[in-house]
């Protein structure tokens, strides 16, 4: 992968993480993060501010109801974003050597939501002092199974870890806990993860030139609403014009 000329050390801990958000949008909340590095586990639960939607509580398992969060019925104990994200920055400085942080399809989503939270509570200097970089592991996988029609990490469980149905019920179960089971039943080594990473710098990188694009797009509509809005007022104005005249 490109990582923009930055030098990242092969010597690293690999961490798989994941999170559960209230939606895909700008204004969604993250209400868990989930990390694991062979069996050192990093689980934490957000309060949100607004409710969850009803399509996020179905996907989650995560509910607010009368101010706390509950997890298929289970009362959670929350803390705020900004202590989770503390907590995981100590949780990621145990490792005494560059992490590499592997999720799932996780530039699309994840990286975004996560980096965004950091930089929002200038936690983001600390943290690009301890993770080096991010693996995708959709790609990873497609190496690994070639021409298999879908990567949803939810068919991969069933497909793959059939024997493993029981992380379902278990307290510590991510999606990154399903992932690292797909990665040890297949034996995806460090160099993989290493050769399938994007430094941190470049996805930061990504993520500017994809808030310019937006910004760019949404002016670019603004403009043409106006000029559809001002050739509107000519043409009306012309028709009573014209209508006066008769």
């Known amino acids: 992968m490109d990582r923009d000329n930055v030098v990242m050390s092969r010597d690293f801990a690999p961490v798989f993480f994941d999170l559960e958000r209230t939606g895909h949008r700008a204004g969604d909340e993250i209400i868990r993060i989930g990390a694991i590095n062979k069996d050192n586990i990093f689980c934490r639960y957000i309060l949100p501010k607004n409710d969850i939607p009803a399509v996020a509580s179905v996907l989650t398992g995560l509910r607010k109801v009368d101010g706390k969060l509950h997890l298929r019925g289970e009362v959670k104990e929350t803390t705020t974003l900004k202590e989770a994200l503390q907590d995981f920055l100590k949780y990621l400085r145990q490792f005494n050597k560059p992490v590499i942080m592997i999720g799932h399809n996780c530039l699309h989503l994840d990286c975004r939501f996560l980096l965004n939270s950091l930089r929002q509570y200038r936690l983001l200097g600390q943290f690009t002092r ?73 996805v930061l990188k990504r993520e500017d030139r994809r808030k310019i694009a937006k910004k760019d797009l949404l002016c670019a509509d603004s403009s043409r609403f106006k000029s559809a809005y001002y050739r509107l007022c000519a043409e009306k104005k012309t028709e009573q014009g014209e209508t006066s005249r008769v």
Do not use: C, M
């Open 130 to 202: 301890i993770v080096q970089g991010f693996t995708d592991s959709v790609p990873l996988l497609k190496k690994y199974l070639p021409g298999r029609p879908s990567f949803n990490l939810k068919h991969l469980a069933v497909d793959i870890l059939s024997q493993n149905s029981n992380l379902e019920t278990q307290e510590t179960h991510t999606d990154a806990t399903t992932l690292i089971h797909i990665f040890r039943k297949y034996k995806v080594t460090s160099s993989q993860i290493f050769k399938f990473s994007s430094s941190v710098k470049d």
